[in-house]
């Protein structure tokens, strides 16, 4: 089945950029039919979603982190990242990709990766 | 955005309890609603999807109801093995947003 692995340095300075990758395996990324997003938890927190990109590079980020983040796709390596500008100590967080799956009529995340946590500091 | 609001944030119930947790959207998502459980250190697991279908290889004992911006989430016999904690999640609309979750623990 599919499975998602996030990568990345765990310890990013403030003002600095955040980057992480998720590595797909079990199945393609160009396939079709999903999005494939970013979302972080904050420690102790609830859930929130950063953005997805679809296989063709069509991208949607949230309003709140908009002008910070870009997410990109290499469908050769089967691949998504994720950068995140100008962080500061607020950006420490779990991130984690997950697949969302495109149904008829309902979307779902499904699987995520098991997610790594990202601190910022000097 | 959608604002999803859970209640309660934390609960405590005795093994075989039904429990129960609510989930209302600001506004009407129909039944665009899925449920998460995530167990402390793990990453969130899809539970059910479109508000009442329970994924394939959960157990019978979770189930999910409710349209527009009124959710439930109940387990029928609480199992030492539910203790996490559970998020809802709307896809009505982007950006994707999610209820700030609610903790179960064994009492």
């Known amino acids: 089945q599919v499975q998602l692995q996030e990568s990345g340095p765990g310890l990013v300075k403030p003002s600095q950029t955040l980057s992480l990758t998720c590595t797909v395996s079990?199945?393609?990324?160009?396939?079709?039919?999903?999005?494939w997003s970013w979302i972080r938890q904050h420690p102790g927190k609830g859930l929130e979603w950063i953005g997805y990109?679809?296989?063709?590079?069509?991208?949607y980020y949230n309003p709140s982190l908009k002008s910070r983040v870009t997410i990109s796709v290499d469908t050769s390596k089967n691949q998504f990242s994720l950068k995140l500008s100008s962080v500061t100590a607020a950006d420490t967080a779990v991130y984690y990709c997950?697949?969302?799956?495109?149904?008829?009529?309902?979307?779902?995340?499904?699987?995520w990766g098991q997610g790594t946590l990202v601190t910022v500091s000097s | 955005d959608i604002q999803m609001t859970q209640s309660p944030s934390s609960l405590s119930a005795s093994v075989g309890d039904r429990v129960t947790i609510t989930c209302q959207a600001s506004?009407?998502?129909?039944?665009?609603l899925n449920w998460y459980q995530q167990k402390p250190g793990k990453a969130p697991n899809l539970l059910i999807y479109?508000?009442?279908n329970l994924k394939t290889g959960v157990p019978s004992r979770f189930s999910g109801s409710g349209s527009g911006t009124d959710f439930t989430f109940t387990i029928s016999s609480l199992q030492p093995e539910d203790i996490a904690t559970y998020y809802c999640?709307?896809?009505?609309?982007?950006?994707?947003?999610f209820g700030q979750g609610t903790k179960v623990e064994i009492k």
């Open positions: 506004q009407d998502i129909s039944n665009y």
């Open positions: 997950a697949r969302e799956v495109l149904a008829v009529a309902d979307n779902w995340f499904d699987p």
């Open positions: 079990g199945g393609s990324i160009s396939s079709g039919g999903y999005y």
């Open positions: 999640q709307q896809y009505d609309n982007l950006p994707r947003t």
């Open positions: 990109i679809y296989y063709s590079g069509t991208t």
């Open positions: 479109d508000a009442s």
